[in-house]
């Protein structure tokens, strides 16, 4: 994982993650600071009941975000991002003024106004966070680049949170709190002074200050791409789900476990633990580009480890009296519950990492910001959405093992229902499976593979599985023209059929299915799509790579686009190629993690890219391995 933390060294990513990281901990010292105060000295402060002050903090807080969200989009798309960031950061430091001033005079109604800004704060800067990735961050560190905002982002949520609890409960006067605010805002402010600049993308755009139709335009703008726009519903959906969690954990540690405050840091510092190792892990994972078949991956798991947590709970441990957290700690029933909490947070890494980084990559830069900013309204929305079904359940008396479980439930009707929108996430999961289960893939030249436009690739034709492989280690969706008898192998049919495979048949087999072939290749290469044939015309019987047939020429005299040749290498003598004669006949025929690799050459012009000279740069790509 050297890679992603090697972007801790560089000054296009060091500042910036110091600058969010320290708002992010600002915002959890401040507002936990003023949540634990006003419990234990509400009768100094209001006569309101220290329930309805925690609804109404954590509101105020929220409320911005609905406000303001597609305000700070459209600033995003229209400023010099950087220069977003030290604003913002001077606006931090003018809130800690005023949260000072709430707690000079002893004002609730300044502290809350505070607190309204502080919410205000983190709503102008979320589009800035992340629209400003993707313009300093190159493809491959995109993955890594945002596992780290989420892991940062916990661990300061976590420390913030736990550092306002001992601030409010060990300093003589409140206004020590607002001076703590107000050094890590400096510190803050300093950070962002190092930030390279963000030219805007859209600087002639006209900010719309009506909050209802400008998110509407969002929105609208985030629906253009349908897998954007359900990516965001995804994120949206993590965050409510998490949320819910988050929000139990206080009463789930004193009524479910029978522990005291300490039990309630533990359950936070375990979840935030796994959240970060699961970002962390992604880049891994993911081969260093935005591998969205790792969503599903995560969704599997934050259903299977809410359930498991749910028949994991422990009945009857709460006593008239805490129990003490080494006690606690004695039970093998509290270590299955951390370890399923662990385990939902790192899958729930693996969900939300891809998510964001597909977002940021298949938006169109002069939106950006203001697809982030519909998404962190929908986030916004989910979670008061949720907090309330939560507060309804739990009020009509569901246990908090039975909200986890009915809500690990509601997450795999979710994952079902988005899948099956967008069949891409699962096809590139089984993809994803294939070639971390049965093989050990080796991908080199992928870059020369472009992220937009219209190109055609060429690859080798070794086994059946050929088209899931390069499926899985593009970075983009392809089209394949594969033979129709491979389109209909069972299994790996709802994979090419769903990813828009083009079935084709020699001209003595079936004229009009050929036909039919080339005019859709020609519509998709028109579209801008990626498309892959193997011009041997089918799986070698020997190994050994067959002349290259006419059609490659055929497809570029109606469609000029550039063409990468691929090779693929170490698939002979597997499970599922014709070794011996036939293919998928002998399971385990090689080891599992048996070694495979793929590479890719520069794009070719359609004038050199001539079947002849194409089959000999596949053939020096490929090796002697075959």
Not at 157 to 173: C, D
Not at 403 to 418: C, S, T
Not at 428 to 438: D, G, S, Y
Not at 615 to 620: E, G, N, Q, S, Y
Request: charged fraction near 15%; charge should be positive; hydrophobic fraction near 55%.
């Amino acid at each position: 994982m050297s890679g992603q933390f090697g972007l801790l060294k560089t000054r296009r990513f060091a500042p910036f993650f110091v600058t969010q990281f320290l708002g992010a901990f600002n915002d959890n010292l401040f507002k936990n600071a003023l949540i634990v105060l006003l419990t234990f000295q509400a009768a100094q402060w209001t006569t309101l009941k220290v329930e309805l002050l925690a609804n109404l903090a954590a509101g105020v807080f929220i409320l911005p975000f609905f406000l303001f969200s597609a305000t700070a989009g459209q600033l995003a798309d229209k400023y010099d991002k950087a220069m977003l960031a030290r604003l913002v950061k001077v606006l931090e430091m003018v809130i800690m003024g005023v949260a000072a001033a709430g707690f000079a005079l002893h004002s609730l109604p300044v502290l809350m106004g505070a607190l309204f800004l502080l919410g205000l704060h983190s709503t102008l800067f979320g589009p800035v966070k992340y629209a400003i990735i993707p313009q300093h961050l190159h493809e491959d560190e995109l993955v890594g680049g945002n596992a780290l905002i989420e892991a940062g982002t916990f661990v300061a949520i976590l420390i913030g949170t736990l550092a306002g609890g001992l601030l409010a409960g060990s300093v003589e006067h409140p206004a020590w709190i607002a001076f703590g605010g107000l050094v890590v805002a400096f510190a803050g402010y300093l950070a962002s002074r190092g930030i390279p600049g963000a030219p805007a993308p859209a600087p002639e755009l006209k900010i719309n200050l009506n909050p209802i139709t400008e998110t509407w335009n969002n929105i609208n703008f985030a629906r253009q791409n349908r897998a954007v726009f359900l990516s965001i519903l995804g994120i949206s959906w993590f965050w409510l789900y998490g949320a819910l969690f988050l929000a139990q954990f206080p009463a789930y540690a004193k009524n479910v476990l029978g522990g005291g405050e300490s039990v309630v840091t533990l359950l936070l510092a375990d979840f935030t633990v796994g959240i970060g190792l699961g970002s962390l892990l992604c880049e891994r994972m993911s081969g260093k580009h935005v591998e969205i078949g790792l969503v599903p991956f995560g969704s599997i798991g934050l259903t299977l480890f809410g359930l498991d947590l749910y028949f994991a709970s422990p009945v009857g441990l709460p006593g008239h009296e805490a129990h003490a957290m080494l006690a606690l700690l004695s039970l093998p029933a509290v270590w299955h519950v951390l370890f399923d909490l662990m385990m939902l947070g790192m899958f729930g890494g693996f969900f939300i990492v891809p998510l964001y980084a597909l977002v940021q990559i298949r938006s169109a830069p002069a939106q950006r910001a203001r697809i982030i900013a519909a998404n962190n309204i929908l986030n916004a929305l989910f979670m008061v959405v949720g907090a309330l079904a939560a507060a309804s359940l739990l009020g009509a008396g569901l246990s908090i093992p039975a909200l986890f479980g009915i809500a690990a439930l509601l997450n795999a009707l979710v994952a079902i229902y988005i899948y099956k929108l967008v069949p891409e996430f699962l096809i590139r999961f089984m993809a994803w499976l294939l070639t971390k289960a049965a093989y050990r893939l080796r991908s080199e030249g992928v870059e020369h593979i472009p992220h937009e436009g219209a190109a055609l690739l060429v690859c080798n034709h070794v086994s059946f599985v050929d088209a899931v492989i390069l499926m899985g280690a593009a970075p983009r969706p392809i089209r394949f023209v594969m033979d129709h008898r491979i389109f209909k192998v069972p299994l790996l049919s709802y994979i090419f059929r769903h990813s828009g495979a083009i079935p084709i048949a020699s001209a003595k087999e079936d004229a009009a299915m050929m036909e039919s072939a080339f005019s859709e290749v020609q519509k998709a290469l028109a579209a801008g799509d990626l498309v892959a044939l193997f011009p041997e015309g089918g799986i070698t019987q020997d190994g050994e790579m067959q002349a290259f047939r006419p059609g490659i020429s055929r497809i570029l005299s109606a469609s000029a686009v550039p063409v990468v040749p691929v090779a693929l290498s170490g698939l002979w003598g597997s499970y599922f190629s014709r070794v011996d004669g036939g293919a998928m006949k002998t399971p385990f025929r090689r080891r599992l993690f048996s070694s495979v690799s793929l590479r890719a050459g520069p794009a070719l012009s359609p004038e050199l890219a001539t079947p002849e000279h194409l089959r000999d740069i596949v053939l020096a790509l490929r090796g002697s391995k075959k």
